[in-house]
Antibody, heavy 119, light 107 residues
Framework: QVQLQESGPGLVKPSETLSLTCTVSGGSISSYYWSWIRQPAGKGLEWIGRIYTSGSTNYNPSLKSRVTMSVDTSKNQFSLKLSSVTAADTAVYYC?????????????WGQGTLVTVSS | AIRITQSPSSLSASTGDRVTITCRASQGISSYLAWYQQKPGKAPKLLIYAASTLQSGVPSRFSGSGSGTDFTLTISCLQSEDFATYYCQQYYSYPWTFGQGTKVEIK
């Protein structure tokens, strides 16, 4: 079955750019939406945005000015960049497959990767 | 953004109990609502989508109902493995938003 795995630095300095990649295995990345979601320690879930395999994106307005997502179908990967990070961006970051229309929800999810913003 | 108010924020229950969690959307979202279960240190798991459709492999003791602004997740007979945090999420309009979560604890 489809599996997702996040990768990237676990520590990022304030004001720098957080970069994460999600690798999809067990299936094709094509013709799906793919999302990033984050969760600060002990807190709830926040949707960051999503990308279709055509490259079309939708971002959360609360983060839109700092977020860039991209997709590499040849590698079955999609990526997240979050610029000008602060301590408030410290969280577990998840990638997940998103759905179209009423058949919604995120499934499956990656295991998550903790990103700490600190000098 | 559509706000999702989830209640209660926590509850204590015993194995075998019937548990109900509710989500209220700040505006109508038809049936564009999903429910997730999250255990400590793990990613959320999709339980229900389209407000009432059970995801493949999810036990039938889980059920969802509602449309418009008011939704309910019911666990008919709580099992030990069901102690977790539950979230609802709307996907009617961007940005997708989540409820604050309900932690189901052992009484």
């Amino acid at each position: 079955q489809v599996q997702l795995q996040e990768s990237g630095p676990g520590l990022v300095k304030p004001s720098e750019t957080l970069s994460l990649t999600c690798t999809v295995s067990g299936g094709s990345i094509s013709s799906y939406y793919w999302s990033w979601i984050r969760q600060p320690a002990g807190k709830g879930l926040e949707w960051i945005g999503r990308i279709y395999t055509s490259g079309s994106t939708n971002y959360n307005p609360s983060l839109k000015s700092r977020v860039t997502m991209s997709v590499d179908t040849s590698k079955n990967q999609f990526s997240l960049k979050l610029s000008s990070v602060t301590a408030a961006d410290t969280a577990v970051y998840y990638c997940a497959r998103d759905s179209k229309g009423i058949r919604g929800g995120f499934d499956p999810w990656g295991q998550g990767t903790l990103v700490t913003v600190s000098s | 953004a559509i706000r999702i108010t989830q209640s209660p924020s926590s509850l204590s229950a015993s194995t075998g109990d019937r548990v109900t969690i509710t989500c209220r959307a700040s505006q109508g979202i038809s049936s564009y609502l999903a429910w997730y279960q999250q255990k400590p240190g793990k990613a959320p798991k999709l339980l229900i989508y389209a407000a009432s459709t059970l995801q493949s492999g999810v036990p039938s003791r889980f059920s969802g109902s509602g449309s418009g602004t008011d939704f309910t997740l019911t666990i008919s007979c709580l099992q030990s493995e069901d102690f977790a945090t539950y979230y609802c999420q709307q996907y009617y309009s961007y940005p997708w938003t989540f409820g604050q979560g309900t932690k189901v604890e052992i009484k």
